[in-house]
């Protein structure tokens, strides 16, 4: 939602929960909602999963692919431009699982 995942914005449930990898368009296409948990959510746990769910309720997702996108100002688009803006703005970031992809030559 936005631009942070849910792991970010709520990291005890996702200490919590059993399937770290599940994918949002697999969780949302069932009833009740896909997700398990490895004890009972109580307290500002529970509050939490509440406003989760709360939160996503409204959202409707369509057979598009994914998309990345970001904009420079004045910039137009290219690696080149992509690598100084984050190095610039706070460096390659720890949990970006992209900069640890081994692609063959």
């Known amino acids: 939602m936005g ?3 849910f792991k970010l914005m709520f990291p ?8 770290k990898g599940a994918m949002v368009a697999h969780v ?3 009833s009740p909602l896909n997700v398990t948990f490895r004890r009972a959510l109580v307290g500002d746990n529970m509050d939490k999963w509440l406003r989760l769910v709360g939160s ?3 959202v ?3 057979d598009q692919n994914d998309c990345f996108s970001w ?3 004045n910039k137009t688009f290219s690696v080149q431009s992509m690598y100084k803006d984050i190095m610039r703005a706070k460096g ?7 900069w640890k992809v081994k692609l063959p030559l």
């Open 92 to 98: 390659v970031p720890q949990q970006c699982i992209t």
């Open 12 to 19: 005890s449930l996702y200490s919590l929960v059993r399937n």
């Open 71 to 73: 904009s420079l100002s």
């Open 56 to 58: 996503i309720l409204q």
């Open 60 to 62: 409707q997702l369509d």
């Open 3 to 5: 631009d942070k995942p």
């Open 28 to 30: 949302l296409s069932t």
